[in-house]
């Protein structure tokens, strides 16, 4: 399984952006999908997770600003951030989890990063 993330850019603080990221390969089962983050010198973040059975989870410091979406075919998950901030700027990857076949075990992929970068 491999994914691919896309969509990012320069915006302007107050701007919004929308990323994608395709799995593409045998997905048998999802556990998640989602977006993390990092920024410079610091560590890697979570930002937002839709669970295989469809709750979500969202970072404190994203809530109210972005929403994740799937497609129907569960290879896609959309990060919709609106009203971003400077402190936004960083790399997003996205992360899955899935199980590629029946008879197989979950397992954790993540894609290449894509920079999201806020202007003040």
């Known amino acids: 399984v491999q994914l691919q993330a896309s969509g990012g850019g320069l915006v302007q603080a107050g701007g919004p952006l929308n990323l994608s990221c395709v799995a593409s390969?045998?997905?048998?089962?999802?556990?998640?999908m989602g977006w993390y983050r990092q920024a410079p010198g610091k560590e890697r973040e979570q930002v937002a997770i839709m669970y295989g059975r469809g709750s979500t989870y969202y970072a404190d410091s994203m809530k109210g600003r972005v929403t994740i979406s799937k497609n129907d075919a569960w290879n896609t998950v959309y990060l919709q951030m609106n009203n971003l901030k400077p402190e936004d700027t960083a790399v997003y990857y996205c992360?899955?989890?899935?199980?590629?076949?029946?008879?197989?075990?979950?397992?954790?992929?993540w894609g290449q990063g894509t920079q999201v970068t806020v202007s003040s």
């Open positions: 992360r899955a989890r899935f199980r590629a076949h029946e008879e197989g075990f979950d397992q954790d992929y």
């Open positions: 390969g045998s997905i048998f089962a999802v556990g998640y």
